[in-house]
């Protein structure tokens, strides 16, 4: 019953911004973990940020400054904005949440259990 769906991801060239939705169904964002994760071509699944129920967060080193992660709870939707893109920010990017109110390890896939289909992101010279 617990979905997740995320969209917003698109083609952009160096520089430029996206901002990436997840729709939750079947539960509230405010009791949960969320998290954004991207994986590439050949590449392990990475975290990119992270968000608690208080509004604690945490970004990985190669997103800070450029990323921001946020939920607005009356639409029960969580976003990622992205700004100043590069290349190596191409990737299919994930929702991910879990049952926990609080994780130790944010940035980490298995601390999560669930996920949502994926939306590519590509950046381009």
């Known amino acids: 019953q617990v979905q997740v769906a995320e969209s917003g991801g698109g083609s952009v060239q160096v520089g430029g911004s996206l901002r990436l939705s997840c729709v939750a169904s079947g539960w509230t964002y405010t009791n949960f973990c969320m998290a954004w994760f991207r994986q590439a071509p050949g590449k392990e699944r990475e975290g990119v940020a992270a968000i608690e129920p208080d509004g604690t967060t945490t970004y990985a080193d190669s997103v800070k400054g450029r990323f921001t992660i946020s939920q607005d709870n009356a639409k029960n939707t969580l976003y990622l904005q992205m700004d100043a893109l590069k290349p190596d920010d191409t990737a299919m990017y994930y929702c991910?949440?879990?049952?926990?109110?609080?994780?130790?390890?944010?940035?980490?896939?298995?601390?999560?259990?669930?996920w949502g289909q994926g939306t590519q992101v590509t950046v381009s010279s």
């Open positions: 991910a949440a879990d049952t926990r109110t609080r994780i130790g390890t944010p940035l980490l896939r298995y601390e999560y259990n669930y």
